[in-house]
């Protein structure tokens, strides 16, 4: 019988050192501030890791830049609103040519820079191709399916597709579709240097520390937007200093996790608001290697996990993870939640079933240093339960992705995003950075008819489950929990909301409604 006291204790180490709570939880869907909206006010928000370059092209990690402040100083070609369906931006309408190998965007008419250069055809050109050209960590991977992009009208570009896809406008909603100056490509250094047809500019960056950014003009095309004078992003790394820095007000807005923030909830002063996220932790398993070859042994370390045990514990108020995409988003089947229960002895018939009576060694897992502690040693027991061994080695973020990606390990514990939809992501997430493995014939075949813009809408719903369910069935990884991450604030902050775009896909980290109150 599986050993509660273990997730008790791992619950007992995600809390370690943090402040006491007092009073009691003001949560909710929507913090709208105490008083009137401050115009001259300063947001000062916290984040566990900061940006090393300003460069959206070159970012090594799609959600750290966009939250560390380059949505607020650049302008996207699309956005991913709440219900993560995708919307124009910059683009003002788009539509497909009839062999949906045309995509056409038609673009605002009223966004310029602060020289007063227009953002038009031709900037969005030199911007996409450096973004498909340019030898990046993450986005030219993004915008493979791209492989030409020309001027067909003064605010009209015409992108030639690669294949019939739906999937470009939710890449052009993230870094690829940043809009820099050309001037700035063309004579700049965008690493350290910013010209963006937002609202802010940088007024001091520490790469990997900090990030502040001032609002510098008043004719900026959102008139909704922009109600904050300054906004600092600040990196803080370390769990006990993030929440003193909440709970001394050194910080107004901070995303926690849901074992840590019990220690701020309920403080006089500050809001929490539950934002159910497309971000979820999973152990990535390398199907390149035996026994994880075998998809009896993939299918029994799914039915090993207790996972309702373990978000009990470490993840309160988040919702337990069978599949790759969450409820209300396409490709979501709800009768795949039922596919793997916690069930040890079915586990250990599968394996003697796969030629491993006496159950078998994964070796190394790597488990990443920003999980939420607890949940490897969890995790471990459980396997242990099952005749399932393993090796944990914690890296950091960063590199224990890497070292998974390039087959050094077994297994990996890491944070598994939806990305700013399921078939868009797809490509990140069983692609070679996070899938040594590489993917099947059937797999392509199916994500190609999930994204296929000459079918119906309900079509490539239909492909998208069908997809969803192969990698259930054929049990590439071990999904665990989709985080509802408690975002904290101060009660000045008003407009942040769970209907703020990305919030159920990428997250809520779009800053630019927010005010702060006098």
């Not at 460069?55 to 070609?77: K, V």
């Not at 929440?243 to 220690?263: C, S």
């Not at 990606?405 to 990996?412: D, N, T, Y």
């Amino acid at each position: 019988m599986f050993r509660r006291h273990t997730l008790r204790a791992a619950a007992a180490i995600a809390a370690v050192g943090l402040l006491a709570a007092c009073g009691t939880s003001d949560s909710g869907s929507t913090a709208s501030g105490s008083g009137a909206p401050d115009v001259e006010g300063t947001l000062s928000t916290g984040w566990t890791t900061g940006i090393t370059s300003l460069d959206p092209h070159m970012a090594t990690s799609e959600i750290a830049s966009f939250r560390f402040g380059l949505n607020e100083i650049y302008d996207r070609l699309f956005t991913v609103k709440a219900d993560g369906t995708v919307d124009g931006m910059l683009v003002q309408d788009y539509s497909y040519s009839p062999d949906g190998l045309g995509l056409i965007l038609n673009l605002r008419e009223d966004v310029t820079f602060r020289d007063g250069t227009p953002l038009d055809a031709e900037v969005v050109k030199v911007n996409l191709d450096r973004a498909r050209t340019v030898d990046s960590p993450s986005v030219k991977s993004r915008m493979a399916p791209v492989v030409d992009v020309a001027v067909t009208g003064p605010y009209q570009v015409t992108l030639t597709l690669a294949e019939p896809t739906v999937v470009v406008p939710y890449v052009l909603a993230e870094m690829a579709g940043f809009v820099m100056h050309p001037d700035l490509i063309a004579n700049g250094n965008p690493a350290t240097e910013t010209n963006g047809s937002g609202a802010y500019s940088v007024e001091s960056f520490a790469p990997g520390e900090e990030l502040t950014i001032v609002r510098d003009r008043s004719d900026y095309w959102d008139a909704d937007a922009a109600k904050l004078a300054k906004i600092e992003y600040k990196a803080i790394s370390d769990t006990q200093a993030f929440t003193n820095a909440m709970a001394a007000g050194q910080i107004e807005l901070g995303q926690f996790l849901p074992g840590t923030v019990n220690a701020v909830e309920g403080r006089k002063g500050l809001t929490t608001v539950d934002v159910p996220t497309g971000t979820g932790v999973e152990l990535f398993l390398n199907r390149n290697i035996a026994p994880l070859d075998d998809v009896k042994v993939r299918q029994a370390i799914n039915y090993a996990y207790n996972r309702d045990e373990i978000i009990e514990a470490l993840y309160l108020g988040s919702e337990v993870r069978h599949q790759y995409s969450r409820p209300g988003l396409p490709g979501y089947d709800a009768e795949l939640d039922e596919t793997y229960t916690y069930d040890p002895a079915k586990a250990k018939q599968l394996l003697a079933e796969a030629g491993h009576p006496n159950g078998i060694d994964l070796g190394e897992v790597i488990i990443t240093n920003v999980i939420t502690p607890g949940v490897g040693d969890a995790m471990q027991e459980q396997f242990a339960q099952a005749g399932i061994k393993i090796t944990p080695i914690v890296k950091d973020g960063l590199e224990g992705p890497t070292s998974f990606g390039r087959g050094e390990a077994s297994a990996l514990l890491h944070y598994s995003p939806l990305g700013t939809s399921f078939t868009s992501g797809s490509s990140y997430r069983w692609g070679p950075r996070l899938n040594p493995a590489g993917v099947t014939p059937e797999y392509t075949q199916m994500l190609a008819a999930a994204n296929d813009s000459r079918r119906s809408e309900g079509e490539r719903e239909a492909s998208a489950a069908e997809l969803n369910r192969y990698l259930v069935e054929q049990a590439w990884g071990a999904p665990l929990v989709w985080i509802t991450y408690p975002w904290v604030m101060s009660d000045k902050v008003g407009n942040f909301s769970t209907d703020m775009d990305y919030s159920t896909t990428l997250g809520p980290f779009d800053f630019r409604y927010l005010t702060v109150s006098e």
